[in-house]
């Protein structure tokens, strides 16, 4: 089969089992198993799909006709597009894993429904990132709105429907900016198809209003700052393995957006496409990571992360555009590379964070912190898995997301030679916040385990908790093998990813890692070896278990034990540091940031909208009925009994009305 008949089974498939699903939706756990095994079905093609593209980096077209004469369905599988497929559907294998055992705590909440718009959901972004036909884009981008929408309102509560009229509201006013661009652009091509596009060239002035239109529409479903409204309260409120989804390949699709019409539609010729990408990136990074220090709600915290690690996937992506925009190759693919192996990278270990909050909330059914504690003996591998998830986030070597921010460091440093003054300035100022948001970010998810896993319990709950079902654990643990093998194996995936950003840049190829070891062929010319890295991290912790191995035998052999000793008091779980307490020096430090948040926050604004919408239609229906309606209701009676002397039952009247009839018609007739 040829990479799009492998698309086509695979987007057939989510098909097929997200209708299935909803017909077995009175069975819900047969619903669930439906919906599970499509999933997974549908990614493993997914995979074989795209795996040939991403071998050979060549591109795959077809082409076929459609009911609308002005848009045929046009589907090419690139690199980026292949990239793209390849890290939503690996997502979608491990989630729909996770989901056998996971979704039967929503079994009378619409489990047998949620089948179907997850199904839906993960088609719709395949079939997006394939589609070379802009109606086509927009029609899938409004489907994959629409179904992350009814996910979001899985737990039909107060807050659940709050978040997604919000969500539901962002979400469509950056289509709207989307489409005003691609209208602009189907002006001056006459075709929707993207290779008109391509080869449309436009007024500079046109391109950067075209450009601005589609960064905006397509940052807010990223969820950059100060667009990101929707999200600290819509992935909260899904589902866990949509939550995982949501953050880990749905946001992207904005990144997607973003390099899609500013590199490949645009070519990226304009200095500050970039420059804008860098700073909106560089203080979505740093706020993002601030606003989660703040919270006590895990999913709320990690949905912060999100924004931070979005943050950071655009200074890479930023970095890239301004090397194509100054034909400097070097830092447009190092930069690239940078992105595009962090958008790996997040949907990995940030999907893993979602299922390991998913688990905590499967067990303690709470999302707040500071209800948790001690969970690292009840729940083992949950909190192994968890941890590693903490430590891949926190870009600690050996683990995958120490690789990608050491690419994005790299490419910061080539800006901050560039004799432009402007980037002399931006690279610097980037490096300092990038820095920053890695320091926060350890801090944070040291919080967070410390909380949530360490210490005694919280709540009693947190006591009694036990492991989660072996689907579940199974999940968790190919997400944390994947976490250390993209970080070890960074010179087999880096060559893949750099072919992709030399394809997007137009630069010739170069190595950028062999013999175990990835370079940035950008000054300062630094190499990194994950292997060795790796090997030294071992040793430095075999070390000092060997010793104390050797020397157990001469410790004292009497020795305290007990609950820890609090000043003479008994130890109560009240004397436990809490997930307020510990970054509340840095709240205090950082309080106007913290009041930034608040002021421009949609929130309260779309809110006021919804209010003010409601109560228009509150006071217009009475009127439309009292005013229209019912006089109506009241004529209608009115004139019946005033011709129902029409009615006398009289055989001969009824011989004449029709006599009447056919005399007036006859008249019409010959009039004419």
């Excluded at 899938?140 to 997604?164: C, I, K, P, R």
């Excluded at 925009?325 to 790996?344: D, F």
């Excluded at 890695?438 to 998810?445: D, K, Q, R, Y």
Aim: glycine share 10%.
């Amino acid at each position: 089969m040829s990479t799009v008949n492998w698309l086509i089974a695979a987007l057939s498939v989510y098909v097929i089992g997200a209708f299935v699903s909803l017909c077995f939706s009175r069975r819900e756990q047969a619903s669930v198993n439906i919906a599970g095994v499509s999933g997974m079905i549908g990614g493993a093609l997914g995979m074989a799909a795209v795996a040939p593209v991403l071998a050979s980096n060549e591109t795959a077209f077809a082409l076929f006709q459609t009911p609308f004469a002005f848009a045929p369905y046009s589907i090419r599988i690139d690199g980026l597009a292949a990239f793209m497929v390849c890290v939503i559907s690996l997502l979608v294998i491990v989630t729909s894993l996770y989901s056998f055992a996971y979704v039967r705590e929503y079994k009378g909440k619409g489990a047998g429904s949620m089948g179907f718009f997850m199904n839906l959901f993960i088609a719709s972004m395949i079939a997006l990132v394939t589609a070379d036909n802009a109606f086509f884009f927009l029609v899938f981008f409004e489907m994959m709105s629409l179904a992350s929408y009814f996910l979001v309102l899985t737990e039909q509560d107060e807050n659940a429907t709050n978040a997604g009229l919000l969500y539901f509201f962002i979400a469509h006013a950056g289509s709207v900016l989307i489409m005003i661009a691609f209208f602009i652009f189907y002006c001056y091509a006459g075709s929707f198809e993207f290779s008109a596009f391509r080869q449309t060239e436009l007024s500079p002035a046109l391109s950067f209003t075209v450009f601005i239109l589609a960064f905006l529409g397509f940052g807010a479903k990223a969820g950059m700052i100060p667009l990101h409204g929707w999200l600290p309260k819509a992935h909260p409120a899904a589902p866990s393995h949509a939550s995982a989804l949501m953050s880990g390949v749905m946001v992207k699709i904005g990144i997607f957006g973003i390099i899609k019409v500013g590199i490949d539609l645009l070519g990226a010729e304009n200095l500050w496409f970039g420059v804008i990408v860098l700073a909106f990136g560089a203080v979505s990074s740093v706020l993002g990571v601030l606003y989660a220090l703040a919270e006590h709600d895990i999913k709320r915290l990690l949905a912060y992360h999100t924004v931070e690690n979005v943050g950071i996937i655009m200074m890479g992506v930023g970095v890239g555009m301004i090397g194509i925009a100054v034909k400097n190759p070097v830092l447009a693919v190092v930069g690239l590379l940078g992105g595009l192996y962090h958008l790996l990278n997040h949907a990995v270990f940030k999907g893993l964070l979602f299922l390991g909050a998913g688990s905590i909330m499967y067990r303690l059914y709470t999302k707040d912190m500071d209800k948790m504690g001690g969970l690292s003996k009840l729940m083992p591998y949950t909190a192994l898995t968890f941890l590693i998830g903490t430590m891949a986030i926190s870009a600690l070597p050996p683990f995958n997301g120490f690789v990608s921010e050491w690419f994005t460091y790299q490419s910061l440093f080539g800006l901050s030679q560039h004799g432009n003054i402007v980037l002399k300035i931006a690279g610097p100022a980037a490096i300092i916040m990038l820095a920053l948001t890695g320091a926060l970010a350890a801090l944070c998810f040291v919080k967070v385990y410390g909380i949530s896993f360490g210490g005694a319990p919280r709540s009693e709950v947190a006591a009694n908790a036990r492991e989660v079902p072996l689907p579940m654990v199974v999940a968790m643990a190919l997400l944390a093998i994947l976490c250390v093998l993209l970080g070890i194996g960074a010179s087999v995936v880096t060559p893949i990813i750099a072919g992709i950003s030399t394809a997007l840049s137009g630069a010739e190829s170069f190595a950028l890692a062999e013999n175990g070891i990835v370079v940035s062929d950008s000054a300062p010319y630094t190499a990194l070896s994950m292997p060795m890295i790796t090997i030294m991290l071992i040793a430095f912790i075999a070390v000092p278990f060997a010793y104390y191995a050797m020397t157990k035998g001469h410790r004292l052999a009497d020795r305290a034990k007990g609950n820890p000793w609090a000043c003479g008091y008994a130890y109560e779980s009240d004397m436990a540091i809490s997930a307020g307490g510990f970054t509340r020096p840095l709240r205090i430090m950082f309080k106007p940031l913290y009041t930034i948040r608040k002021t421009f926050d949609p929130a309260p604004l779309g809110q006021k909208a919804i209010n003010g919408a409601i109560k228009g239609a509150t006071e217009a229906e009475p009127f439309w009925e009292e005013k229209v309606t019912m006089p109506i209701a009241r004529f209608i009676p009115w004139i019946a009994d005033r011709i129902r002397w029409l009615q006398g039952g009289d055989f001969r009247v009824y011989c004449l009305y029709f006599v009447i009839a056919l005399v007036a018609l006859l008249a019409v007739a010959a009039t004419m």
